[in-house]
């Protein structure tokens, strides 16, 4: 079955330090996503995207992050200057029709 | 803004037995979707079953099926004859049915950790 692949794994970073978070959605999917979960919290909606544009943001979404899809295939998520309550898993997400596909997502520590 | 309320931070069950998930949830809206989702170890989230707040009938995947008591907001996730495969993570998650075509904003429980004994 046909995954989305989110890498790395896990990324450490120093505080004040741009992050970059790499997703490659399910190949015909259309609407994509990003959620987090800090440790111990809930998970959070962050943004979806659509035909090249965010077409929503939560509160959490400040200009610090931003979102790309910078050729067919890929997805990301920068962080612009980290800081250490961004501490999280990350999970990309795309989507067909009314079902919601997750990645492994990506664990981020700021130091 | 709509909640979603896991009371069992941990359960567990013995193998071949049947377990039962609580959620409850709170919303204005009337029509809505509800899901189970499942986070193994290998920490993927994967969608285990669905439920449209029209339908009255509780929907049933295999060994999975849920208790929808929309007048009480509750959701429950029944698995029966539980397998040592099934011991994860489960999150309860609602989304609104008036959210825009392409948003899927889901808000999830905290989860609850579901622990399988051979």
């Known amino acids: 079955e046909p995954e989305v692949t989110q890498t790395p794994s896990h990324q450490v970073t120093q505080m004040g330090q741009e992050v970059i978070l790499r997703c490659v959605p399910i190949?015909?999917?259309?609407?994509f996503y990003w959620y987090r979960q800090i440790l111990g919290q809930k998970v959070e909606f962050l943004v979806s995207?659509?035909?090249?544009?965010?077409?929503?943001k939560s509160e959490i979404f400040d200009d610090q992050f931003s979102v790309e899809r910078p050729d067919g295939s890929n997805f990301t998520l920068k962080i612009r200057s980290t800081k250490l309550e961004d501490s999280a898993m990350y999970f990309c997400?795309?989507?067909?029709?009314?079902?919601?596909?997750f990645g492994s997502g990506t664990q981020l520590s700021v130091l | 803004a709509q909640t979603v309320t896991q009371s069992q931070p941990e359960m567990s069950v013995q193998e071949a037995e049947t377990v039962t998930l609580s959620c409850t949830y709170d919303?204005?809206?009337?029509?809505?979707?509800l899901f189970w989702y499942k986070q193994p170890p290998s920490r993927q989230m994967i969608l285990v079953i669905r439920?449209?707040?029209?339908?009255?009938q509780n929907a049933t995947e295999n060994r999975f099926s849920v208790n929808f008591q929309k007048a009480a907001k509750s959701f429950s996730l029944k698995i029966s004859d539980s397998q040592l495969g099934d011991a994860a993570m489960y999150f309860c998650?609602?989304?609104?049915?008036?959210?825009?075509?392409?948003?899927?904003?889901?808000?999830f429980g905290k989860g609850t950790k579901l622990s399988v004994i051979p």
């Open positions: 995207f659509y035909n090249n544009e965010i077409s929503e």
């Open positions: 190949s015909n999917h259309l609407y």
């Open positions: 998650a609602y989304r609104s049915s008036y959210s825009g075509a392409g948003s899927y904003q889901l808000t």
């Open positions: 919303t204005s809206e009337s029509d809505y979707y």
């Open positions: 439920q449209e707040a029209y339908k009255q």
């Open positions: 997400a795309s989507r067909q029709l009314q079902k919601l596909f």
